[in-house]
């Protein structure tokens, strides 16, 4: 396993990153089982995995509860990163969804508390005021952000100023979503805000189990990728899914030609990009953690990456710079 220091934090994280949210939603990933669920936290600790990540809003706290029984006897091997919901970001509530979260996970620190996402109804320096007054409380350890685009991460950083770093910015970047290299990356890197790198796989999509659009389940079919008329998308966009199929078709290929399964070669690319510190794999069970957690010690050839990104630069441009894979330019929530 490699590790790289989180933005200003200090805090060395394994570069795979345990993503403990498909433990807790069935809606979405089918049920769970509950000791397979806490093997997987094991299985990635005993790995060199000390990055898990988690939220109170996943599952209304099983995820949080689900971890803090697996880390019983092993807190000390895991840095914990969790969230405060958009909801839930006026002071008084942050304190009241920090102190919920700790009781969850069993512990008395908060390695990485994380903004889940912004809320332009709440006044974003009094919800960073009271993250700063729970660091120094000893409650947290270091404050960062998730689903922060351009406007809102650089609103943070100038509200932060020295007073204590953001030193995180969870986001979605993966081969078939590339809207960060647009504004986010270089504003990431310029302030030293480590970039984790969330849906890696795009819920899976990128493992190559999936020959074509439509074998892809309908939970997974919710991005701009594809047609609005897709149960549960609510994008409102005609999608590009012609040319989804035709850039997953040559990532098999590249993934062929390379002789590496196509998650691990998607991992990887990720994990190439400058300012990435870490890429969140969602795992359900042991075995699919232990199937791509070769990724982070992969060398690709400048020659796989160059392919990789002329495959995928058709469907970049045409979803453009809006960080959101969800939701339109007008209704977008990743500002």
């Known amino acids: 396993m490699q590790y790289r220091t989180l933005g200003q934090s200090g805090l ?14 069935p809606r979405l990933w089918g049920p769970q089982d509950r000791g397979e669920a806490i093997d997987t ?12 990540d988690t939220a109170e809003g996943y599952g209304n706290g099983t995820s949080e509860t689900l971890l803090g029984h697996a880390l019983a006897d092993r807190r000390e091997e895991a840095i914990i990163a969790t969230k405060v919901s958009r909801g839930h970001l006026q002071p008084d509530q942050i304190v009241t969804a920090c102190e919920n979260s700790l009781r969850r996970l069993n512990t008395d620190y908060i390695d990485l508390y994380q903004i889940h996402w912004a809320n332009p109804d709440v006044p974003l320096a009094d919800s960073l005021q009271t993250l700063i007054k729970l660091r120094d409380q000893g409650k947290i350890r270091a404050l960062g952000v998730s689903n922060f685009g351009p406007h809102d991460l650089t609103a ?15 986001i979605p970047y993966n081969l078939l979503f590339r809207a960060i290299e647009y504004a986010m990356l ?7 805000v480590g970039i984790l790198a969330y849906s890696p796989l795009l819920h899976g999509i990128l493992t190559g189990k999936f ?3 439509d074998d892809i389940p309908d939970g997974r079919r919710r991005t701009r990728h594809f047609s609005a008329e897709r149960p549960l998308a609510r994008h409102g966009e005609p999608g590009i ?5 035709n850039a997953l078709d040559a990532i098999r290929t590249i993934a062929d030609d390379a002789g590496l399964p196509m998650a691990q070669l998607a991992l990887a690319w990720v994990l190439h990009q400058p300012g990435i510190t870490a890429v969140i794999m969602g795992a359900r069970s042991p075995e699919q953690l232990a199937a791509n957690i070769k990724a982070s010690e992969i060398a690709l050839s400048e020659d796989v990456l160059a392919a990789l990104n002329t495959a995928t630069e058709g469907v970049k441009t045409a979803l453009g710079d809006n960080p959101d894979p969800w939701q339109s330019g007008e209704n977008v929530r990743v500002r």
Not at 186 to 192: E, G, M
Not at 241 to 245: G, I, L, N
């Open 12 to 25: 060395d994280v394994s570069t795979i990153a345990l993503g403990y949210w498909a433990v807790s939603d």
């Open 41 to 52: 936290v094991h299985a990635a600790l005993d790995h060199g995995i000390n990055l898990i």
């Open 211 to 213: 020959a074509t659009i």
């Open 156 to 170: 943070a950083l100038d509200i932060m100023g020295t007073a204590a770093p953001i030193v995180s910015n969870q």
């Open 241 to 245: 899914e012609a040319a989804t199929q």
């Open 186 to 192: 270089p504003i990431s890197r310029n302030h030293q």
